[in-house]
């Protein structure tokens, strides 16, 4: 049984509920329960009762691919989504959020003292987000870095973008600012933005150009 952080369990031998707010090791994980104090358990010791289980692939299979006129084509926007788990605020929860109209090709690997974990590969849908990675909150200065290389798709007559690279360790002062509101997310938390904006147009300027 493959246990998640945020996964809500049952402890087989006492009557315990509580979510998985850590995994210690890979026999050991820690479980908050309702008077929010965390019970660190064997993992063989608790039974799944529900919890949003992903694909482990990660992958989509047969979708249908919608074709976006040009000229409602969203170019640009895609950022690293980080909220709190809806039951534990101890977890948080990293989701690609894809606000442009490409399809995204994702591959994303942590590393931590030179050990990689290939964590997800799959598609983001255009105007969508997917959850990639899961971790402690109070854990942010052992949070391992993050490499995500995104290759970008649509059926659209656009022509094509290069591959976005992202390959950073988050600290304490990128999650310093106000949470926002997510709307792909229905929920306030952090958005990292990954692509660089376009270049604001001074209109001034542009004026100026055609009389030069």
């Known amino acids: ?13 006492e009557n315990i509920e509580g979510y998985i707010t850590r995994i210690i090791d890979k026999d050991m994980i820690g479980v908050t329960d309702n008077n929010d104090f965390e019970i660190p358990v064997m993992a063989s010791k608790v039974t799944l009762v529900h919890g949003d289980i992903p694909d482990e692939s990660g992958i989509v299979k047969n979708r249908t691919e919608t074709t976006v006129p040009e000229a409602v084509f969203i ?17 948080a929860h ?17 590393e931590k003292n030179q050990h990689f974990k290939g964590e997800f590969a799959g598609v ?14 109070g854990d942010i200065q052992l949070w391992p870095k993050f490499q ?10 656009i022509a094509p973008k290069e591959p976005l690279i992202y390959h950073q360790s988050l600290k304490g002062k990128d999650l310093s600012v106000a949470k926002v509101d997510i709307a792909l997310l229905k929920q306030k938390g952090w958005l990292i933005r990954l692509d660089p904006p376009a270049p604001a147009i001074d209109a001034d300027k542009l004026i100026a150009s055609f009389f030069k």
């Not at 049984?1 to 031998?13: N, Y």
């Not at 895609?78 to 909220?83: D, E, M, R, S, T």
């Open 94 to 110: 990293f989701h690609l959020v894809n606000e442009s109209s490409y399809q995204l090709l994702l591959s994303f690997t942590t």
């Open 75 to 91: 170019d640009e926007g895609i950022y690293l989504g980080l909220v709190s788990d809806q039951h534990s605020q101890a977890v």
């Open 124 to 137: 983001i849908p255009p105007h969508k987000a997917v959850r990639i990675f899961s971790a402690n909150m």
């Open 1 to 13: 049984m493959q246990l998640k952080l945020g996964d809500f369990v049952r402890f087989v031998d």
């Open 148 to 157: 995500l290389e995104i290759l970008y798709h649509t059926p659209a007559n």
